[in-house]
């Protein structure tokens, strides 16, 4: 098949656009500028150089695919570019590109969030629940999701949600590794939360699997084992021989937390920098919940390569000299 990829020399993006070229597909990769995207050029994909609002580029990526892979997207906190403008606002030329070519496209795959839940007290959830989304990134995808399944809906399109847990792996900002290696890794919470993760060449080889065979619909992408926040660091500490996370919300009160987020991201935002301590980030690294993948492994008989997240982190993480 011939499959465009946007968001494709993220972190989710570079081993996924080798995911389907070693699966024998060509892929054209839509990026910012061609400097950019010496890793994707070098791994064999055809660049098409423009972003996500674009409509002249995402037609011609549209134009010539048989599978829409849709990556692209980001968390940001408040300000001119935001979860909003990244997520809903960056699908919407897609979405009517799509619907256009509708009738001879393969599929839309979209790279959604299990962010759409919200909070679950560590409820297992399968494909069939309802988002509740507390954050404005998980409302954002939701109103991706919502534009998608509507341009479906009329024009008979098979969209592919795909709900992903926190994607860690090598190098990969989630891991904490140079913090925790540092003795300087702090999260908000209390770390008892449980957090659904997957390593980033499981998700790829999930993706690569629903865009060539999956049937539409709502897919949950997440690992077999899900710790809590804790565990999880803990075993990235372990091989490091790092220090673990220290957890501030024993010591700081919630009201404070959220007050000095929002500072930071309006004082960011007047600076047109990006804000890593938000309001969206101190919900999600404190949300709990787990991913059924039931419909993965029957429908799709996808096995894992890493089933048990400890095994992925010593896979991933530098182990000290």
Known sequence: MRVFVTGATGQLGRPLVSAFLAAGHAVTALVRSEAGAAEVRAAGAALLVGHIEDADAIERGVAGADLVVHL?????GRGQVDADRLNRGGTEELAASAERHAARLHGLVYASSCAVYGDRSGLWLGEDYDPAPQTDYGRSKVAAESLLTAVADRSGLRVHVVRIAAVYG???RFMQEESIRAGRAWLPGEGRNHVPVVHVDDCAAALLA???RGSPGIWHVSGP??????????AVAKVTGGKPVRFWSTWIPSVFQFGAARQNEVLMSRLGRKPRFTTDNLRLFTASSRLRTDRLEKELAFTWRWPDYRDGVAASCTAPP
């Open 72 to 76: 692209a997207g980001g968390l940001r």
């Open 170 to 172: 090598p190098g990969l």
């Open 210 to 212: 629903i865009g060539e």
């Open 225 to 234: 084992s899900t710790p809590t926040l804790k565990e999880f660091f803990a």
